[in-house]
């Protein structure tokens, strides 16, 4: 089925423990999108990706890696996570194509991810 | 740097009563403007969005929005709730030559019966 799918939907984890969370689309989006909502900040911007090898940090990078080696995979890497990390994590992809710039963003159901 | 303001964290409004969400934005120019829309345990959806033109924009679901250039505004509007809106609102803007967008931090609905 065609859209945008994020694994796993639920994770429990220790501090120190390296976490993956995966996000793969089937529209050949140019960007790709990693944010964190969180009670009382809303949607905050992790990582963005305008193209494949192409990445960018948003407003909360610390502690998190990204790499986008095909354009349709954007994985979030938690190298040693820490209780401050346990969100719920989505991914959310547009196009970039000229002409339809314009274009809003298209998200996953969430990722949510609980650190002990 | 851009910025969002939904100045209601919640609002409640009767089943039936018209409903207006706020949003102010601080940017110099003209951004492109959104407003998506979360139920419990989904992700975000679009209700509309506002690039150029009529600046009043029609959206799914009944809602409407209208853009004010001298209020930086971006108002969100339905004229008769449904117990189904109730969720979570975000503006969000992103300027015109910019890959990102920033979110204001949402204002939750609740809909009385």
């Known amino acids: 089925d065609a859209g945008i799918t994020q694994s796993p939907r639920y994770k429990i984890t220790e501090t120190g423990r390296q976490v993956t969370l995966m996000c793969h689309q089937t529209w050949s989006h140019s960007y790709m999108f990693w944010y964190r909502q969180d009670l009382g900040h809303g949607l905050r911007l992790i990582y963005y990706s305008a193209a494949a090898d192409i990445t960018d940090k948003g407003e909360v990078p610390d502690g998190y890696v990204v790499s986008r080696s095909k354009t349709e995979n954007f994985p979030l890497t938690l190298e040693s996570a820490t209780r401050s990390q346990t969100s719920v994590y989505f991914c959310?992809?547009?196009?970039?194509?000229?002409?339809?710039?314009?274009?809003?963003?298209?998200f996953g159901e969430g990722s949510r991810l609980t650190v002990l | 740097a851009q910025s969002v303001t939904q100045p209601d964290i919640h609002i409640t409004v009767s089943e039936g009563a018209s409903l207006e969400l706020r949003c102010n934005y601080s940017?110099?120019?003209?951004?492109?403007l959104f407003w998506y829309v979360q139920s419990p345990g989904q992700g975000l959806q679009l209700l509309l969005k506002?690039?150029?033109?009529?600046?009043l924009v029609q959206g799914i679901k009944g809602f409407e929005a209208e853009f004010k250039r001298s209020q930086s505004s971006f108002n969100l509007r339905k004229p008769s709730v449904h117990w189904s809106d109730a969720a979570e609102y975000f503006c969000a803007v992103r300027p015109a030559n910019a890959g990102k967008s920033t979110f204001g931090d949402g204002t939750t609905l609740t809909v009385k019966p």
């Open positions: 959310a992809s547009r196009t970039g194509l000229a002409g339809t710039n314009t274009g809003e963003l298209f």
């Open positions: 940017y110099g120019a003209t951004p492109y």
């Open positions: 506002y690039f150029s033109g009529d600046t």
